[in-house]
């Protein structure tokens, strides 16, 4: 149950979940440090608040409740919050999403760190309603500190771009390798209709433009059909499919059938010229009919 809470991606592989950036939440990489970094800090602080007033044990125990409790009500809250029509949440350890810019998720990246700086407080209150510290100001300093030192926590996201992270699943990936495969299957009609030679391009923007010409492929913005989708959410630029250009204008009878035409440089997705002609079946000159339905794999 608690890796449900902490990584809400093992629950929902049908979809990409958008998980915030907080100081208990980080994406992969060295981001990971920061929730150690944090609760330490807060919980130093809170037991050093404590310390004078209930002593060391106490203190100690009191600190490590509230930020404990503190993390799973908000990984809770954040689960509770998430559904299909609205799949954002918090979790830990996703692919930073580069690709979304202040713009984008801005507004939720706020919205969500502010819930956690007030549920921290709340969490801090309730230490006070337990331990009575001597003092309005010790209630003061136990209440706020911690949401002190929760917000420059958030400063190494919002300074990096990285205001959310998230997991590629399986229907995304599909959305890339579908869209090859109509890249390989428009290349085959384009064969067809030039005595089996490909286009000349230098690079996959002048393939699409020369498949749109002909009318192999609906006209659905360059940017659209020529970079993959799934780069749009982590990468802070689009990735364009690579076109392998040495084959530009090549028979497709004199192209070696284990040579790649298309490429996805983010997974390493391909189209072979095998996948548009069988090698079984690759006649010395083009034949355009008996094709059968372009099929992509991946690289190796």
Same mark, same amino acid.
């Given at each position: 149950m608690v890796l449900v809470f902490l990584f809400p991606a093992i629950s929902r592989a049908e979809g990409l979940v958008f998980l915030v950036s907080t100081p208990v939440s980080p994406p992969a990489g060295l981001f990971l440090f920061i929730p150690f970094a944090f609760l330490l800090a807060s919980g130093a602080a809170v037991f050093l608040l404590l310390r004078r007033q209930i002593g060391s044990d106490a203190a100690a125990l009191a600190s490590c409740l509230a930020h404990v409790?503190?993390?799973?009500? *908000? *990984?809770?809250?954040?689960r509770l919050n998430t559904s299909h029509l609205a799949p954002v949440s918090i979790g830990i350890g996703g692919s930073p999403l580069y690709g979304l810019t202040w713009h984008d998720f801005g507004t939720l990246f706020v919205e969500w760190n502010l819930w956690g700086l007030v549920l921290l407080a709340v969490c801090s209150f309730v230490v006070c309603l337990v331990t009575r510290p001597r003092g309005l100001r010790s209630w003061l300093m136990i209440t706020m500190t911690p949401a002190a030192i929760y917000a420059p926590f958030v400063l190494p996201y919002a300074f990096s771009g990285v205001y959310a992270h998230g997991f590629v699943e399986s229907h995304i990936v599909h959305a890339c390798h579908l869209r090859l495969e109509q890249g390989a299957s428009a290349l085959r009609l384009y064969a067809e209709d030039h005595h089996g030679r490909l286009p000349y391009a230098e690079d996959y923007v002048g393939i699409v433009e020369a498949c749109i010409r002909n009318e192999y492929v609906r006209d659905g913005g360059i940017d659209i059909l020529a970079f993959c989708p799934?780069?749009?959410y982590f990468a802070k630029t689009p990735i364009m499919y690579v076109w392998h250009d040495e084959w530009g204008g090549y028979n497709l009878g004199e192209i070696p059938g284990d040579a790649v035409l298309l490429e996805c440089p983010r997974d390493g997705y391909?189209?072979?010229?095998?996948?548009?002609? &069988? &090698?079984?079946?690759k006649p010395a000159m083009y034949d355009p009919y008996g094709l &059968? &339905?372009?099929k992509c794999g991946k690289e190796g």
């Open positions: 409790c503190f993390v799973l009500l *908000f *990984f809770l809250w954040g799934v780069s749009r391909v189209v072979r010229v095998s996948d548009i002609v &069988p &090698p079984a079946k &059968p &339905p372009a």
